[in-house]
């Protein structure tokens, strides 16, 4: 049977991801995202089987998207840098709210004891620990950071940070989560930064490269 035509895969797994945020493990069911987009349960039965088959397709997306947005951010910043801080707030950018950041992280709990949500899971980490590493690699070679800079170690440090800086966010509360996670980011690269580039704590801060300040 042809699938139906009209609303695309990917249309339907960002209102997946949205709905996941709003309600969480127990409310995300197929009809609650199909009232999203518009379309009958039926619809999605057909596309992905069950909810299971739903969560698989948005982690396999979720990999996809870590690549993408890393393309997309490293064309719009001029210091890689900048366009590192640009990545690391927009991978959080569905956990705005503490209450959605709680959905997603208990989302992350199933995947952890789920085998295949697991590989999709850790598909997305490597594919955000590639595209860091590769944008630290950047500076490092256009003198944003300090020559002997271990980009690989920074890169894991720059993962874990950032994990660590939303789970304490949620818990505080004390600024909305992209100041906090550049704040974090401009803490951990301070030492590796050349001080011939005062400007580039400047550009983490605003997700600009120094010559956008």
């Not at 709680?102 to 004891?113: E, R, S, V």
């Not at 600024?175 to 400007?199: F, G, K, N």
Request: aromatic residues 2%.
């Amino acid at each position: 049977m042809g699938r139906p035509r009209g609303v695309e895969d990917a249309v339907i797994l960002r209102a997946a991801a949205q709905v996941m945020g709003r309600v969480g493990p127990t409310g995300l069911t197929l009809a609650a995202v199909a009232r999203e987009v518009g379309l009958v349960p039926a619809t999605l039965v057909q596309r992905f089987g069950s909810k299971r088959g739903l969560l698989l397709a948005l982690a396999e997306q979720s990999a996809q998207d870590a690549s993408e947005l890393a393309g997309r951010v490293r064309a719009a910043h001029a210091s890689a840098l900048g366009a590192l801080a640009a990545l690391m707030v927009g991978s959080v950018a569905e956990m705005a709210t503490p209450e959605t950041f709680a959905n997603h992280l208990a989302f992350l709990c199933l995947d952890l004891t789920d085998p295949q949500l697991y590989e999709q899971a850790l598909a997305v980490h490597r594919a955000q620990g590639r595209a860091v590493e590769e944008l630290l690699a950047q500076a490092a070679g256009a003198g944003e950071l300090r020559a002997g800079t271990d980009v690989a170690a920074l890169a894991r440090t720059v993962q874990a940070v950032t994990a660590g800086a939303g789970l304490t966010w949620a818990l505080e509360r004390d600024a909305p989560l992209a100041q906090r996670i550049r704040h974090e980011l401009d803490t951990v690269l301070s030492p590796h930064i050349e001080p011939i580039a005062p400007l580039t704590h400047i550009a983490l801060r605003h997700g600009r490269g120094p010559e956008e300040s």
